[in-house]
């Protein structure tokens, strides 16, 4: 059926009142689409046809049930990006069928029609696309800009020259939100391969340092995507005329690459005195590296109340800046920082004993044991941690007190220190101390943990600590049972056994130099010569 044959069958049809519109035509005659036909109430057609077409193209894409062109319309940067891609490849069908009805129905809403127009600009014909990217120069949309963007990195060098002519249209006639929407793509075309470095920085973004473009700029530097903030605020950085109000924005933004970038603007650029005051500002910035080094640059300047601001920095929810301000103190002051974090875990003057106990976990001395022993019920399992870790440190270990104290706290947080510390407390774990665990005060909660943890151990080791054993009392006897029986259920797991140690293991099991009761000492001599 050629184009004259559709045109009359829908004339004829038209007299019943519907309208049978071909979904496509195509200009060589060999699309699979020119055979479809669909009967669309005849107000409707135009729109329906194109929503046809559209939903089919996107029906590996998008779940049944979606409206595919508000789908579309609403996609993020990053997901046009993947939909070019994955519509660019190698099984994806070449079809010039969409641009040719959207060129024969020119009355459709305008969201349909950019949707189109985005397809058969990401189509895998270069003419299709370029003829698409022609008709996207008269019709301004975030989806029409994003496309044209995507086509500057086109593998064809003459699509790319039209992309690059149609951006610059297209940033003419777009509203500033649509600009904003398509920026990402801009942005992410600076890792591309195939774009111009000349253009892109000396024509796109120059385009966005013009006074004329200052709400675009402006609207970019409170983007919700950091990539697009950082660019915006390196143009911004060149080109605004109150640099200083734009620095003391940055640095307090989420993005540790944004406030960094005007913190280097700020010491290279700034005003003396505008140095000072915002540096003291970006003592408070959401980056770590940014307060590191505006401390930095606050101690090189010697400014007024120099020793507050190392004070209070020793007190930064991050590591890095209070061992850089337990070390300015040193240098200063000949003070330790750990004072500090002493006084405010007993008086709590400053309101700042979680990051005090962080601190103190990671310098903690001898003395200070008690302090964080009489923390560790009072916490929650994130500080419980803390009070353990600085308990190991200030003992140089995991003594058995510290374990005993550890198996009657509950939390992850506190089971991942233990099962890390196992090789360290297990050396003071004699047969002595591990019979009396079962009398001498810990709650059956303790006893249980203590079980999970001897599992950690190498599995030969395990099993000499427990025919080192030989309990004396009754509530031993039961204690070790349950020991042995625990290391049964483990026994089948790998663990390399020598020829020397298995004959040692085996002889002692034979001999009876051991205190298992005689149906588990077969058990376990089975489980030794069968690893």
Same mark, same amino acid.
């Given at each position: 059926?050629?184009?004259?044959?559709?045109?009359?069958?829908?004339?004829?049809?038209?007299?019943?009142?519907?309208?049978?519109?071909?979904?496509?035509?195509?200009?060589?005659?060999?699309?699979?689409?020119?055979?479809?036909?669909?009967?669309?109430?005849?107000?409707?057609?135009?729109?329906?046809?194109?929503?046809?077409?559209?939903?089919?193209?996107?029906?590996?894409?998008?779940?049944?049930?979606?409206?595919?062109?508000?789908?579309?319309?609403?996609?993020?940067?990053?997901?046009?990006?993947?939909?070019?891609?994955?519509?660019?490849?190698?099984?994806?069908?070449?079809?010039?069928?969409?641009?040719?009805?959207?060129?024969?129905?020119?009355?459709?809403?305008?969201?349909?029609?950019?949707?189109?127009?985005?397809?058969?600009?990401?189509?895998?014909?270069?003419?299709?696309?370029?003829?698409?990217?022609?008709?996207?120069?008269?019709?301004?949309?975030?989806?029409?800009?994003?496309?044209?963007?995507?086509?500057?990195?086109?593998?064809?060098?003459?699509?790319?020259?039209?992309?690059?002519?149609?951006?610059?249209?297209?940033?003419?006639?777009?509203?500033?939100?649509?600009?904003?929407?398509?920026?990402?793509?801009?942005?992410?075309?600076?890792?591309?391969?195939?774009?111009?470095?000349?253009?892109?920085?000396?024509?796109?973004?120059?385009?966005?340092?013009?006074?004329?473009?200052?709400?675009?700029?402006?609207?970019?530097?409170?983007?919700?995507?950091?990539?697009?903030?950082?660019?915006?605020?390196?143009?911004?950085?060149?080109?605004?005329?109150?640099?200083?109000?734009?620095?003391?924005?940055?640095?307090?933004?989420?993005?540790?690459?944004?406030?960094?970038?005007?913190?280097?603007?700020?010491?290279?650029?700034?005003?003396?005195?505008?140095?000072?005051?915002?540096?003291? +500002? *970006? =003592?408070?910035?959401?980056?770590?590296? /940014? !307060?590191?080094?505006?401390?930095? @640059? &606050?101690?090189?300047?010697?400014? #007024?109340?120099?020793?507050?601001?190392?004070?209070?920095?020793?007190?930064?929810?991050?590591?890095?800046?209070?061992?850089?301000?337990?070390?300015?103190?040193?240098?200063?002051?000949?003070?330790?920082?750990?004072?500090?974090?002493?006084?405010?875990?007993?008086?709590?003057?400053?309101?700042?004993?979680?990051?005090?106990?962080?601190?103190?976990?990671?310098?903690?001395?001898?003395?200070?044991?008690?302090?964080?022993?009489?923390?560790?019920?009072?916490?929650?399992?994130?500080?419980?941690?803390?009070?353990?870790?600085?308990?190991?440190?200030?003992?140089?270990?995991?003594? +058995? *007190? =510290?374990?005993?104290?550890?198996?009657? /706290? !509950?939390?992850?947080?506190?089971? @991942? &220190?233990?099962?890390?510390?196992? #090789?360290?407390?297990?050396?003071?774990?004699?047969?002595?101390?591990?019979?009396?665990?079962?009398?001498?005060?810990?709650?059956?909660?303790?006893?249980?943990?203590?079980?999970?943890?001897?599992?950690?151990?190498?599995?030969?080791?395990?099993?000499?600590?427990?025919?080192?054993?030989?309990?004396?009392?009754?509530?031993?006897?039961?204690?070790?049972?349950?020991?042995?029986?625990?290391?049964?259920?483990?026994?089948?797991?790998?663990?390399?056994?020598?020829?020397?140690?298995?004959?040692?293991?085996?002889?002692?099991?034979?001999?009876?130099?051991?205190?298992?009761?005689?149906?588990?000492?077969?058990?376990?001599?089975?489980? /030794? !010569?069968?690893?």
């Amino acid at each position: 059926m050629n184009e004259a044959s559709i045109l009359r069958e829908s004339a004829r049809l038209r007299h019943g009142g519907v309208l049978a519109l071909a979904v496509c035509v195509l200009h060589d005659g060999h699309s699979p689409w020119w055979k479809q036909m669909m009967l669309i109430p005849h107000p409707d057609a135009p729109e329906a046809a194109l929503r046809a077409m559209i939903e089919q193209i996107l029906k590996g894409f998008v779940d049944e049930g979606v409206d595919r062109v508000h789908w579309l319309q609403t996609l993020s940067p990053l997901g046009l990006f993947d939909l070019d891609g994955r519509r660019r490849s190698w099984w994806a069908a070449n079809d010039d069928g969409l641009l040719a009805c959207l060129q024969a129905c020119a009355a459709v809403p305008v969201g349909v029609q950019t949707a189109a127009l985005f397809l058969a600009g990401s189509d895998g014909n270069g003419r299709t696309r370029e003829a698409a990217l022609l008709v996207m120069r008269s019709v301004p949309s975030h989806l029409t800009l994003s496309c044209a963007l995507l086509r500057c990195n086109d593998w064809v060098a003459e699509v790319r020259a039209v992309a690059q002519d149609v951006v610059m249209s297209l940033l003419g006639q777009c509203a500033v939100r649509d600009v904003l929407k398509a920026w990402p793509v801009a942005v992410r075309l600076r890792a591309a391969q195939r774009v111009g470095p000349a253009w892109l920085e000396g024509t796109l973004f120059a385009w966005l340092s013009s006074p004329s473009n200052r709400p675009v700029l402006e609207g970019l530097l409170g983007h919700p995507d950091a990539r697009t903030r950082l660019a915006a605020y390196v143009v911004a950085l060149r080109s605004h005329p109150d640099r200083a109000a734009l620095r003391a924005h940055a640095l307090r933004d989420s993005d540790p690459h944004v406030s960094h970038l005007a913190l280097a603007d700020l010491l290279q650029q700034g005003e003396p005195d505008e140095i000072d005051a915002q540096c003291a +500002l *970006a =003592l408070s910035a959401p980056s770590t590296r /940014v !307060r590191s080094a505006a401390l930095r @640059a &606050l101690v090189e300047r010697e400014v #007024a109340g120099m020793d507050e601001y190392i004070e209070a920095a020793a007190f930064d929810r991050s590591r890095g800046v209070r061992r850089l301000a337990a070390w300015l103190l040193q240098q200063r002051q000949a003070r330790p920082a750990i004072a500090l974090w002493r006084d405010e875990l007993k008086h709590g003057r400053r309101g700042r004993w979680r990051e005090a106990l962080e601190a103190l976990a990671e310098h903690a001395e001898v003395d200070d044991v008690p302090t964080l022993r009489a923390l560790l019920p009072e916490v929650s399992p994130r500080h419980q941690r803390n009070c353990l870790r600085g308990w190991v440190r200030a003992e140089g270990g995991a003594s +058995l *007190a =510290l374990l005993r104290e550890a198996l009657e /706290v !509950r939390g992850r947080t506190v089971n @991942a &220190l233990l099962a890390s510390a196992t #090789a360290l407390w297990a050396a003071e774990l004699d047969p002595a101390r591990l019979l009396a665990f079962c009398h001498d005060g810990p709650s059956p909660v303790a006893q249980a943990a203590l079980l999970a943890q001897l599992t950690k151990l190498p599995l030969w080791q395990h099993l000499d600590l427990l025919l080192e054993a030989v309990p004396q009392r009754e509530d031993e006897r039961a204690w070790h049972l349950r020991l042995v029986h625990d290391w049964l259920r483990v026994s089948g797991q790998y663990s390399p056994l020598g020829a020397s140690r298995r004959q040692a293991l085996v002889s002692r099991l034979e001999e009876g130099r051991h205190a298992l009761p005689e149906a588990v000492a077969v058990r376990v001599l089975a489980a /030794v !010569r069968g690893a």
